[in-house]
């Protein structure tokens, strides 16, 4: 009777290990998911940024030219009307893109005021005010440039905190892969013991 509740207490606690390493193997998957998709995730906000990067070039691209043409002295006003007013349509359709990224709220902040800043060179292409146009474009670059530096600067952080958390759970993973060995390896030698246990080798006959 004693041997048959000592059997029973260590099958109990088996189980008991068994459901535990169940547990644990359960939320090692789990996290490792997590860091997955967590880095997964990150990374494509990066990328996201690095589409940015090409937009603010053509940002850049479209603005020197319009300062150049509003800075032409040998050009018709109704020559620079017409093509300012052409290179601002193509900044508009950019505009639709990039409000479609991924945006802090401090670039969000940036971008607000690089909008602004070709609000006013619409407005002043009506009053042909050439002058003001230049100096609002100039304005618009300075922001782009800004605005180019936070996104790497974001990005770079960004990936900074999504490698530490995916090395970290990698961490975790690994030392809950460990825990589960040695918990299925007690496990085993509890149960191969007590089978050998209750298998009874049977005595020589008697010769008396």
Known sequence: MKDHKKYSNKTKAAFVLLIVMLVILLGNFNTLQNSKNVNDNINAIYKDRLVVAHYIFQYSKQLHFIKAEAEKLDLSDNIKKDEIIHTLD?????????????????????????????????????????????????????????LSQIQIEEGKAKLAVANAMYSKNNV?????????????????????????????IPEPPSLN
């Open 90 to 146: 193509i900044i508009h359709d950019i505009d639709n893109l990039y409000a479609k990224t991924v945006l802090t709220n401090k670039e969000k902040q940036y971008f607000d005021a690089f909008l602004l800043s070709c609000k006013e060179i619409n407005k002043q292409v009506a009053n042909k005010n050439w002058n003001k146009i230049a100096a609002s474009s100039a304005q618009a670059l300075k922001t782009l440039e800004s």
């Open 172 to 200: 975790i993973g690994q030392f809950q892969i460990a825990l589960l060995i040695i918990l299925g390896g007690i496990t085993f030698y509890l149960l191969i013991k007590k089978i050998k246990k209750t298998v009874k």
